[in-house]
């Protein structure tokens, strides 16, 4: 983090092991950070605790095609050396070439192994990077926000990143505000922070194995404008993220919404099992399944063209601190930022 007051650079790195196990049409499930044999034996041990106290669930179905193997191509496009060499010095050296006194700028990165290893099954591993930038330039209130994320660091465009930011700066500020029927625009990166809540509370296959959510009440659903397409595609470098899911099934496109009707839930092998369905190749850790890639599909309309429609309502640049409140419909409370 790059500001005028303080800058400040970390580096964390962790090990994740999780155990799941089958015994007896049980399942269980444990974790640890392991580094010996005899960490790993413990977790296993108490993975088969849990599946012996855990309920019945029928016998996993593996989907078509789940075997296939990733093209080396593939895999190779997902890592980028330069981030994985990127050091924080280093890191803070560029931010501040572009940073000035009422600048602040904010990048993460990050270099991911993800390795699944099952009985009876191929092996799947994949390394990964990823790196993000916050903007936020000028004189407070009335910054200009922006941000955004790549697979590599030539992809992240810094420099326009940056000019993005200030040309969202306030030139002036009003305390007046509009009409409640005013038309709002959401900015990406607001309503990337509104996607990523809905793909997770709605689409949930834990939530729907439990029965609650749109998805397994139909009490909770709301009609959705016909103009709204979800999906969730998993096989663009835009996604960032992995090709196979945390049960080693291979992921797939999948429409979540079209033409404004809710498809169904997304699930791992057990979840799929416990309503008789297929996995969708969405496990998350043997925890839940959800979407991971989300996209909406893009309109005929480019923002600026968004905003000449919209005259006299608002532009929302980023929506933070956002949680779900109980009810239908999906309430949610949030604070929107750089509101223009």
Same mark, same amino acid.
């Given at each position: 983090?790059?500001?005028?007051?303080?800058r400040?650079? %970390?580096?964390?790195?962790?090990?994740?092991?999780?155990?799941?196990?089958?015994?007896?049409?049980?399942?269980?499930?444990?974790?640890?950070?392991?580094?010996?044999?005899g960490?790993?034996?413990?977790?296993?041990? +108490?993975?088969?605790?849990?599946?012996?106290?855990?309920?019945?669930s029928?016998d996993?179905?593996?989907?078509?095609?789940?075997?296939?193997?990733?093209?080396?191509?593939a895999?190779?496009?997902?890592? @980028?050396?330069?981030?994985?060499?990127?050091?924080? &010095?280093?890191?803070?050296?560029?931010? +501040?070439?572009?940073?000035?006194?009422?600048?602040?700028?904010?990048?993460?990165?990050?270099?991911? @192994?993800?390795?699944?290893?099952?009985?009876?099954?191929?092996?799947?591993?994949?390394?990964?990077?990823?790196?993000?930038?916050?903007a936020?330039?000028?004189?407070?209130?009335?910054?200009?926000?922006?941000?955004?994320?790549?697979?590599?660091?030539?992809?992240?465009?810094?420099?326009?990143?940056?000019?993005?930011?200030?040309?969202l700066? &306030?030139?002036?500020?009003?305390?007046?505000?509009?009409?409640?029927?005013?038309?709002?625009?959401?900015?990406?990166?607001?309503?990337?922070?509104?996607?990523?809540?809905?793909?997770?509370?709605?689409?949930?296959g834990?939530?729907?194995? &439990?029965?609650?959510?749109?998805?397994?009440?139909?009490?909770?659903?709301?009609?959705?404008?016909?103009?709204v397409?979800?999906?969730? %595609?998993?096989?663009?470098?835009?996604?960032l993220?992995?090709?196979?899911?945390?049960?080693?099934?291979?992921?797939?496109?999948?429409?979540?919404?079209?033409?404004?009707?809710?498809?169904?839930?997304?699930?791992?092998?057990?979840?799929?099992?416990?309503?008789?369905?297929?996995?969708?190749?969405?496990?998350?850790?043997?925890?839940?399944?959800t979407?991971?890639?989300?996209?909406?599909?893009?309109?005929?309309?480019?923002?600026?063209?968004?905003?000449?429609?919209?005259?006299?309502?608002?532009?929302?640049?980023?929506? %933070?601190?956002?949680?779900?409140?109980?009810?239908?419909?999906?309430?949610?409370?949030?604070?929107?930022?750089?509101?223009?």
């Amino acid at each position: 983090t790059e500001r005028a007051r303080s800058r400040r650079a %970390e580096v964390q790195a962790s090990r994740i092991v999780v155990v799941r196990v089958r015994e007896g049409r049980r399942t269980g499930l444990a974790r640890c950070a392991a580094s010996d044999v005899g960490e790993l034996q413990a977790t296993l041990r +108490q993975a088969l605790a849990v599946a012996r106290a855990a309920s019945i669930s029928p016998d996993w179905e593996w989907p078509r095609g789940s075997e296939e193997p990733v093209p080396p191509a593939a895999l190779a496009e997902m890592h @980028d050396a330069e981030i994985a060499a990127l050091a924080p &010095a280093a890191a803070l050296q560029r931010l +501040q070439a572009h940073a000035d006194k009422r600048s602040t700028l904010r990048c993460s990165w990050s270099e991911l @192994d993800l390795v699944i290893a099952a009985t009876g099954r191929p092996t799947r591993a994949a390394s990964t990077t990823e790196i993000s930038l916050e903007a936020r330039t000028g004189r407070r209130p009335g910054s200009g926000f922006a941000a955004a994320s790549s697979r590599t660091l030539q992809g992240l465009a810094i420099e326009a990143l940056i000019a993005r930011a200030q040309s969202l700066q &306030a030139s002036e500020i009003s305390e007046s505000v509009p009409e409640q029927e005013a038309p709002a625009v959401l900015a990406a990166e607001a309503a990337v922070a509104l996607l990523e809540l809905v793909a997770r509370e709605v689409f949930s296959g834990r939530r729907f194995v &439990a029965g609650q959510g749109p998805l397994a009440d139909p009490a909770e659903r709301r009609s959705l404008s016909a103009v709204v397409r979800l999906v969730d %595609e998993p096989r663009e470098a835009i996604a960032l993220g992995f090709p196979f899911d945390y049960d080693g099934v291979l992921k797939r496109r999948r429409e979540l919404v079209h033409d404004g009707e809710l498809a169904g839930p997304v699930l791992d092998l057990e979840l799929a099992a416990r309503c008789g369905r297929l996995s969708t190749g969405h496990g998350v850790a043997g925890e839940d399944a959800t979407p991971g890639h989300p996209q909406w599909l893009a309109g005929e309309e480019a923002e600026a063209d968004l905003l000449r429609r919209s005259a006299g309502g608002l532009r929302i640049g980023s929506i %933070e601190n956002l949680r779900c409140l109980p009810g239908p419909g999906l309430p949610f409370r949030g604070v929107a930022r750089s509101v223009r």
